[in-house]
T-cell receptor, first 114, second 114 residues
Framework: NAGVTQTPKFQVLKTGQSMTLQCAQD?????MSWYRQDPGMGLRLIHY???????DQGEVPNGYNVSRSTTEDFPLRLLSAAPSQTSVYFC?????????????FGPGTRLTVT | AQSVAQPEDQVNVAEGNPLTVKCTYSVSGNPYLFWYVQYPNRGLQFLLKYITGDNLVKGSYGFEAEFNKSQTSFHLKKPSALVSDSALYFC????????????FGAGTQVVVTP
């Protein structure tokens, strides 16, 4: 199993550009989520999905879109990049068995918006 | 609402000495509690979790944590620290009736010196 994979590893965008961060998992996990990590703030939830076709907002959803057409993939779209979106982005997944299960994290995407 | 506090930004310890990383939480209802570790330029790795039962939980790499309901704490401990334990440690909480949202603390940087 590759676990949770993310592409790209690094990305530099100009203000106003759009892009999609890719996330895939091969563990047949129902639950997937996107976090951003900023210094001194821990990880903050952007969006999450409890299964294909079902998504919901997290703590900091503004400026981001998600969709979940398959169990495996959960892409994160930045609609119009802003410098405030400079961060490290992590995708995670866990078993759909319930909230007692731990999450598995991808290696992250480091995004810089100039 | 749920929240997590990690009161120390950094913990310094000499190799071979005991290591403690503190975590307190606030949640309405019963919590599920997790510890994750992040090595430089890597994603988060699961260390251990408290779900129910024994208040002392043992996890990976010789770490353990003690759940204290009266003090709403879940401190991470290791009897004898190694230089390789130097990393960023995150405590996280999820309400038992919350399907999705995992609340992270801000993280504690552990530095173990030879």
């Amino acid at each position: 199993n590759a676990g949770v994979t993310q592409t790209p590893k690094f990305q530099v965008l100009k203000t106003g550009q759009s892009m999609t961060l890719q996330c895939a998992q091969d563990m047949n996990h129902e639950y997937m989520s996107w976090y951003r990590q900023d210094p001194g703030m821990g990880l903050r939830l952007i969006h999450y999905s409890v299964g294909a076709g079902i998504t919901d907002q997290g703590e900091v959803p503004n400026g981001y879109n998600v969709s979940r057409s398959t169990t495996e993939d959960f892409p994160l779209r930045l609609l119009s990049a802003a410098p405030s979106q400079t961060s490290v982005y992590f995708c995670a997944s866990r078993s759909g068995g319930g909230p007692r299960y731990e999450q598995y994290f991808g290696p992250g995407t480091r995004l810089t918006v100039t | 609402a749920q929240s997590v506090a990690q009161p120390e930004d950094q913990v310094n310890v000499a190799e071979g000495n005991p290591l403690t990383v503190k975590c307190t939480y606030s949640v309405s209802g019963n919590p599920y509690l997790f510890w994750y570790v992040q090595y430089p330029n890597r994603g988060l790795q699961f260390l251990l979790k408290y779900i129910t039962g024994d208040n002392l939980v043992k996890g990976s790499y010789g770490f353990e944590a003690e759940f204290n309901k009266s003090q709403t704490s879940f401190h991470l401990k290791k009897p004898s620290a190694l230089v390789s334990d130097s990393a960023l440690y995150f405590c996280a909480v999820r309400q038992t009736d919350s399907w999705g949202k995992l609340q992270f603390g801000a993280g504690t940087q552990v530095v173990v010196t030879p």
